[in-house]
């Protein structure tokens, strides 16, 4: 066990449709990270917040958006949910969020498995 | 730009033989840090083990340890006496320091044949 947690574990729903993943991180941990797995595209960096405010962004589209709360859990909200969006959505936390000279070990919570139909 | 190579799709090796599974990269960034995850069919990521680069001793966590050569930009991972349970994908990634996103290869399907 990580110590990061995601909710729901899965997720199944219809195209067009609005849904968002919540994050826990690890106790202590500053920093929330956003990845997405599918098949075609593989383990893709979407965006990282850092206490409160956005880090670094990555291959994250328009549709989706994410926040960091004050309480530093996270959401990511995914909408107008297309069928390409299926795939597993991790949520990584670590200690800081690059910090010159070194960096941190990434943990990994479970993930939502979100299937589009 | 960074990127992860992992050229073995798939692996097959008997159970209690060591495995080394291939890794190597690409960054203009002279500080940076190299990171191995397993997924398990259950789906999540765990960690495995790091080695930054400017690091001087291979990094080593128990049956894990990382065959670290820069000059080739290669880090490779060995996993000592293999068990069943070590049947998992295996990624690599890499992130820049003070840029912490990770980029992951395609990873390695790893079975261990009884």
């Known amino acids: 066990d990580s110590g990061v947690t995601q909710t729901p574990k899965h997720l199944i729903t219809a195209t067009g449709q609005r849904v968002t993943l919540r994050c826990s991180p690890r106790?202590?941990?500053?920093?929330v990270y956003w990845y997405q797995q599918s098949l075609d595209q593989g383990l893709q960096f979407l965006i990282q917040?850092?206490?409160?405010?956005?880090?670094a962004k990555g291959n994250i589209l328009e549709r989706f958006s994410a926040q960091q709360f004050p309480d530093l859990h996270s959401e990511l909200n995914l909408s107008s949910l297309e069928l390409g969006d299926s795939a597993l959505y991790f949520c990584?936390?670590?200690?800081?969020?690059?910090?010159?000279?070194?960096?941190?070990?990434?943990?990994f919570g479970p993930g939502t498995r979100l299937t589009v139909l | 730009a960074q990127k992860i190579t992992q050229t073995q799709p798939g692996m097959f090796v008997q159970e209690k033989e060591a495995v080394t599974l291939d890794c190597t990269y690409d960054?203009?960034?002279?500080?940076?840090?190299l990171f191995w995850y397993k997924q398990p069919s259950s789906g999540e990521m765990i960690f495995l083990i790091y080695?930054?680069?400017?690091?001087?001793q291979n990094a080593t966590e128990g049956r894990y340890s990382l065959n670290f050569q820069k000059a080739r930009k290669s880090a490779n991972l060995v996993i000592s006496a293999s068990q069943l349970g070590d049947s998992a994908m295996y990624f690599c990634?890499?992130?820049?320091?003070?840029?912490?996103?990770?980029?992951f290869g395609t990873g390695t399907r790893l079975t261990i044949i009884p």
């Open positions: 960054t203009s960034d002279p500080s940076y840090g």
């Open positions: 917040y850092y206490n409160g405010e956005e880090r």
């Open positions: 080695q930054g680069s400017y690091d001087q």
């Open positions: 106790s202590g941990d500053l920093s």
């Open positions: 990584a936390s670590s200690v800081a969020g690059g910090t010159i000279g070194s960096t941190d070990t990434q943990y």
């Open positions: 990634a890499i992130t820049n320091f003070g840029n912490e996103k990770l980029t």
